[in-house]
Structures are given as C-alpha cells and as structure tokens.
C-alpha cells in the first residue's frame, strides 16, 4: 500500500528507500470517527495532522457556550495549534473531525528526529510552512476587509465542498454571521440566478 506522505514528499524531492521508510516509521495514519477531537481545548498540542481525506473543525467556546468556527481543514491541509506546539501552552480551541477522517499524525519530536537524520527533509517542509502560512495570512486580510455576503460567495469560489460538507450553524459561524443570515444571503444569490 502506498503512503500519501511519501507521495507528497516525492512530488519535491526524490527519496531514497531510507527516506521512505523513516517517513513512514515517523508518521503514522490513523482514521477518526466523526466527532472525535484531535486536541481539546486546554490540552498542550504534541502533535499536527496532515488530512489524507475527511475534514477537521477549528472552534472554540464562548463564556456564553457559543461555538466559534475558525478553520476547516480538508484533503491535504494541515490541522495544527502552532502556538501551543511550539510555547508548550494550553490549546485556546479544539480539533474535532466532522466526518470520518484519516489523517497522518505529525508528531514534533518525531519530525525533529527525522530533520536531524535527513537534514534536507527541513528546507522542504519550511518552505511549505512558508507557503502555508502565507496563504492564511490572505484568507484573513480577505475575510477582514469582505462583508458577509462576499465572505460566502469567496466560499463558493474557494471552498465549494465546505457547503455539504458541514451543518450550516458551523457554515455561518466560520463566515463570522447567524445561522439566519447565511439563509438570507443563500436565498438571495439563488434567487437571482
């Protein structure tokens, strides 16, 4: 059977038999049920996960018990607390699958231990952090500036999959609005097309 995380890093760099085997010894795939939490709030994050298939929420709890969507994480992105991982902190939100998920488990110490026995291994995941963070840094300034109708219609153009993939109160709350009025803003764009 193959392994995703030896395919993804092949796509870079090409790997010896040993690298493959380190890659694989390092990072094992696991799948979740649906509503299985990866990190809980509070919890110190020990580990990232990579999607192979399924999708991760990002939320945290209100004072009021309000649930607050931040991120969904799909097929190949990166669910990780990167403050938490790095200052050993308390985790400020949780990880929680909303569907079967498979994911390959990205445990820090291993992954240091992997960088120090195939160095070159390092310059290729920063540059991708890079990427990644990059990318987030966009969807946030987009989102900052957008209203709630054009930070759903960015949704459909970016993140169709989003839209049957999870409940609509999770929808709304990731678009930073009521459940309510996702429904109005829904309405309205299929009325005029």
């Known amino acids: 059977m193959k392994n995703i995380l030896v395919e993804l890093m092949s796509n870079f760099i090409e790997l010896t038999d040993e690298e493959k085997q380190s890659i694989i010894e390092a990072f094992p795939i696991k799948t979740f049920d649906k509503e299985t939490n990866l990190l809980r709030e509070g919890q110190i994050a020990k580990d990232a996960f990579l999607v192979i298939k399924g999708c991760v929420r990002e939320y945290s709890i209100t004072n009021d018990g309000e649930e607050i969507t931040t991120n969904f994480y799909t097929e190949y992105q990166s669910a990780v607390n990167f403050d938490s991982i790095s200052n050993r902190t308390p985790s400020k939100y949780f990880l929680s699958c909303t569907e079967k998920t498979t994911v390959a488990i990205i445990n820090s110490e291993k992954e240091t231990a992997l960088y120090k026995k195939h160095p070159r291994f390092g310059e ?12 987030k840094q966009e969807s946030l300034s987009k989102f900052i500036s957008s209203t709630p109708k054009e930070r759903y219609l960015n949704l459909l153009k970016e993140r169709p999959d989003l839209v049957n993939r999870v409940p609509q109160y999770q929808l709304a709350s990731y678009l930073g609005i009521k459940p309510e009025t996702l429904s109005r803003i829904r309405k309205r764009i299929s009325q005029k097309q």
Not at 124 to 135: I, N, S
């Open 124 to 135: 290729v995941c920063r540059v991708e952090m890079e990427k990644m963070m990059g990318e």
